[in-house]
């Protein structure tokens, strides 16, 4: 199974920062489109940002500006910088890897949580 391992979740004040970090076992990484969600209590699991192996990114509206999604194939990493946070962006960020070629397949990272206090 590909395993991937989520960091750099926590407890920040309205607009700090942090860099989440999912690394991924696997060979077909550099092949993937990557992403990043996040669920909040109460609700829907929503896109945050993705990243194809072509480098093309995506973001929610309510992201655009502030956050910033990257790949280095290098490390089989994907990383989500996250600035000016604001309480509303509190929930579990989930990393996901999208398997399209060889195989079929998502891929969820454990999830960490980031909490933003107002």
């Known amino acids: 199974q590909v395993q991937l391992v989520e960091s750099g979740g926590g407890l920040v004040q309205s607009g700090g920062s942090l860099r989440l970090s999912c690394s991924a076992s696997?060979?077909?990484?550099?092949?993937?489109?990557t992403g990043w969600y996040r669920q909040a209590p109460g609700k829907q699991r929503e896109l945050v940002a993705l990243?194809?192996?072509?480098?093309?990114?995506n973001y929610a509206d309510s992201v655009k500006g502030r956050f910033t999604i990257s790949r280095d194939n290098s490390k089989n990493t994907v990383y989500l910088q996250m600035n000016s946070l604001k309480p509303e962006d509190t929930a579990v960020y989930y990393c996901?890897?999208?398997?399209?070629?060889?195989?079929?397949?998502?891929?969820w990272g454990q999830g960490t949580q980031v909490t933003v206090s107002s």
């Open positions: 996901k890897v999208e398997i399209r070629i060889f195989q079929s397949r998502d891929y």
């Open positions: 990243i194809t192996s072509v480098g093309t990114t």
């Open positions: 696997g060979t077909l990484f550099s092949l993937a489109t």
